[in-house]
């Protein structure tokens, strides 16, 4: 009898590839990569002569942006990222910035100050952002300037992606943003749906978590760093651990 590979699903929401099928191909697995969007820049709108306090970050798509833009950023700010690959992009530019434990706005919350009054706090961000960020921000005292500096368009989904998922080719599945998994789920079949619902997916935060336990998905591997590198390790991971 033929033994069928085990392979992974990813879906990355457009800036960075998922190119990690090397490391699946040389333990035997199987990793079909797919873009649900694209990234287009909307702005790189920067406070300029304006005292800046804090920045914050929550995508690296943002930060990219702006590195690519050639932005100068405030010496004197305080730098925040969430997600170990949005902190590790500032890294590259020289910028060292605080990151909670946990890749997710909320997180980042707890660990500021309960009264920012009279701050300035920019956070660029994307069009799928969760804006309750910036109410929080407020509430605490802080003035804000939040820009859209990039949004998410959507791809079309792949011909030929439908039928293995139904086939349930994939025993492992990941969702790299919120937007991603939506994007996977609409308009697929009862069929599809269930499939995927069934098998593990990995997840860099607690926002996509919720989005695929919301689209009926049963069990969720938290990563243990928000980075791809350490989504590739958990994927492998739980292919190892499923049945053979």
């Given amino acids: 009898m033929t033994r069928v590979r085990r392979s992974a699903l990813v879906v990355y929401s457009g800036g960075k590839p998922f190119a990690y099928e090397e490391e699946f191909e040389a333990r035997g697995f199987g990793l079909r990569a797919v873009p649900s969007h694209k990234i287009e820049i909307t702005s790189q709108a920067f406070p300029a002569g304006h005292r800046v306090d ?74 799928d952002a969760d804006l309750s960020l910036v109410e929080n921000l407020k509430r605490r005292g802080a003035t804000v300037f939040a820009p859209v500096v990039y949004r998410k368009v959507k791809l079309r989904f792949p011909a030929d992606l439908a039928e ?53 998905v049963k069990k969720t591997v938290s990563v243990p760093d928000a980075s791809f590198d350490s989504l590739s390790a958990t994927l492998i991971k739980i292919l190892q651990r499923s049945k053979k």
């Fill in 164 to 216: 293995p998922i139904a086939a349930r080719a994939f025993s492992a599945f990941a969702c790299t943003s919120a937007a991603a998994a939506r994007w996977l789920f609409d308009g697929r079949s009862p069929a599809e749906r269930k499939a995927l619902g069934s098998v593990p997916a990995a997840v860099l935060g607690a926002s996509t978590a919720g989005e695929l336990k919301r689209l009926g």
């Fill in 54 to 127: 804090r920045v914050i970050f929550t995508s690296r798509n943002a930060v990219d942006i702006f590195r690519r833009g050639g932005a100068t950023f405030p010496a004197t700010a305080r730098y925040y990222a969430v997600g170990a690959s949005t902190r590790a992009a500032l890294g590259k530019m020289g910028l060292a910035a605080d990151a909670p434990e946990d890749a997710s706005a909320s997180s980042l919350l707890a660990e500021l100050p309960e009264s920012l009054a009279g701050e300035y706090v920019f956070w660029p961000h994307g069009d």
